[in-house]
């Protein structure tokens, strides 16, 4: 099944950078901590912990397995291993998430071009929560400004993806993703000594299991697909790169490890001084763009670390925004033949129109869907819906349709290595996943009250 032509990861810290970098991005940094924010802070940190194990690590470890065995597109992954089934609709909803998600997702990233400018204008300087609250404000409703930026952010996406994996998506990943770390460390040391940090910090580490609902579970569910990359065919087509000799379960190990701890990191960046400057931790999805500039202002060559940051946070979200761009490009590519500089730019040029919508619908102009603007309802039907979707259709696909034997096979690489937790593994596809997912559909759709 293999064929020696195709591109793939040319080695072990490739790969890592490459899938690290698809899950580390802007859910990390920007919305994890407004979704923590939103829903009680401690307590959600730890369903979230929770999900982050039993389901998204579970599903990352199966979407490898299954993209490694194929060694095609998503799509084409599923019409493979499970041919004429209902399966194959995986792939596709895979591809619709990716749409959705690319769209809103280079609208967030365009911000921080502006972001960049503004940092090097010195507009950031002696800031008010009232000032910030208002340029970001004025930025995301500004009509042509936000759209530029957006389109700006597409067209280095498709950039990278028309070099293909070695050459593209692995080398940038491979110089990006270091950076990011020194850059958010550095951010955490200034913002825990901050005068509040400890109302923040509390605020984030406080474990209240009183505060948690079913929609808590339902939101960090979610989040915790986002943020891994899972759900929708990103890592099976990363798999389908990734060379024989690697450990599949390391690599999920190791990728959910750092996503989580950048995350963590996000949080304890962002909070400590949004408790000093007294906003609002459910200020929905302008607290990171509202808050760190605050910390920024106040700090020693603040503008400088201000620029540093909006540039990370554009890094971040091009590692991720290239994962998601190559699932279309992958399967248009391999699918109908098409040479891979074209489909990338014709998919650039669909995706970046609607993020164009996604950009006027923050209130340069009323687009809504079920009254959420564009952009809300893509960020909302993608991560609670599609996502999980996808995820219990894999999970019941590895769990009872998919032969047990070469699903071991293939992470034991052919017996070579050892794959400890064989029975929980399959219990968790089997069982766990598929009922956790159930029910919170189920309370969702309002079919069952809990
Ligand atoms: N994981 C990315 C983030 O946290 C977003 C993403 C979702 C990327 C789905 C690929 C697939 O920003």
Redesign the pocket.
């Given at each position: 099944m293999e064929s020696n032509s195709r591109d793939g990861f040319s080695s072990k810290i490739g790969v890592i950078a490459a899938a690290a970098g698809?899950?580390?991005?802007?859910?990390?940094i920007w919305?994890f901590p407004y979704i923590i924010g939103d829903n009680g802070g401690g307590a959600f940190l730890i369903v979230y912990l929770l999900c982050v194990l039993t389901l998204g690590i579970p599903i990352m470890i199966g979407e490898f397995a299954l993209g490694r065995i194929s060694r095609v597109n998503a799509i084409a992954t599923f019409r493979n291993l499970a041919p004429k089934s209902i399966f194959s609709i995986v792939g596709y909803i895979g591809l619709l998430?990716?749409f959705c998600?690319l769209s809103f997702?280079g609208v967030v990233a365009g911000w921080c071009f502006s972001y960049i400018l503004k940092s090097l204008s010195g507009e950031f300087n002696n800031l008010t929560a009232d000032k910030a609250d208002l340029i970001f404000n004025n930025l995301i409703t500004g009509g042509l400004e936000p759209i530029f930026w957006q389109v700006a952010f597409m067209f280095l996406t498709g950039f990278i993806v028309l070099f293909g994996i070695k050459n593209g998506i692995e080398k940038y990943s491979k110089i990006l993703m270091p950076l990011l770390f020194i850059i958010i460390i550095i951010l955490d040391i200034r913002a825990i000594t901050l005068a509040n940090a400890s109302d923040g910090l509390s605020f984030l580490f406080k474990f209240d299991f009183s505060k948690i609902t079913l929609n808590t579970i339902f939101m960090a569910l979610g989040q915790a697909f986002?943020?891994?990359?899972v759900g929708?065919g990103?890592m099976i087509t990363y798999g389908s790169y990734i060379s024989k000799k690697e450990n599949l379960l390391t690599t999920s190990l190791n990728v959910a490890f750092a996503?989580t701890l950048v995350a963590i990191l996000a949080g304890i960046a962002i909070f400590p001084a949004v408790f000093t400057f007294g906003i609002d931790p459910s200020s929905g999805a302008g607290l990171a763009f509202i808050s760190l500039p605050m910390v920024f202002s106040k700090m020693f060559m603040g503008n400088i670390f201000s620029l540093l940051f909006f540039i990370l946070l554009l890094v971040?979200?091009l590692t991720?925004s290239i994962?998601?761009l190559e699932v279309i490009v992958a399967f248009i590519c391999e699918d109908f033949s098409i040479s891979r500089k074209k489909v990338t730019i014709l998919t650039t040029i669909i995706v970046s129109l609607s993020g164009v919508i996604c950009s006027l619908s923050n209130g340069f102009m009323k687009i809504d869907i079920f009254n959420h603007s564009y952009m809300d309802f893509l960020n909302y039907l993608s991560s609670n819906f599609l996502?999980p979707l996808g995820a219990i259709l894999i999970s019941i696909f590895i769990g009872f349709c998919f032969d047990k034997k070469l699903f071991i096979k293939e992470l034991t690489n052919n017996g070579e290595i050892e794959l400890p937790f064989k029975n929980l593994l399959f219990f968790l596809f089997k069982f766990f996943i598929p009922f956790i997912i159930s029910i919170i559909f189920l309370q969702n759709l309002n079919i069952i009250k809990l």
């Open positions: 698809s899950a580390i991005g802007l859910g990390n919305r998430s990716a998600i997702y986002f943020s891994l990359s929708m990103t996503d971040a979200g991720s994962s998601i996502l």
